[in-house]
């Protein structure tokens, strides 16, 4: 990110990004078991897919290591900001209470 750039509208604009939030959720819930498994789970092109991983690498969010990701402790910080917004949104939308709680790839009202 160039220091010009104000930080929280960088992020904003990453969260913002379609299936960005879906995807980073399966890393911190402990369900990524693969490329493959991921597109057919979030219902993304590989092509989609690879540039959401790629920008995730470069935000430092992810890590690859051995052909597989892993979240680092940036992109763990990140997902609990997400599961508060989470919280906040149950808590005062009237979500649904298991919204909280899970990935949004998992939720019936993730609609593609």
Request: glycine letters at 6%.
């Amino acid at each position: 990110m160039p220091p010009t750039e104000c930080a929280p509208l960088h992020t904003f604009h990453l969260l913002g990004k379609k299936d960005f939030v879906p995807i980073l959720e399966e890393f911190y819930f402990g369900k990524y078991e693969g490329f493959n498994h991921l597109t057919r789970k979030i219902k993304i092109t590989p092509k989609q897919l690879s540039q959401r991983l790629k920008e995730m690498e470069e935000g430092v969010l992810i890590e690859k290591k051995e052909e597989t990701y892993y979240l680092t402790s940036k992109g763990k910080e990140l997902s609990e900001l997400i599961q508060h917004i989470k919280e906040f949104h149950t808590r005062y939308h009237q979500a649904p209470v298991t919204c909280a709680g899970n990935s949004c790839g998992e939720c019936v009202l993730f609609v593609k």
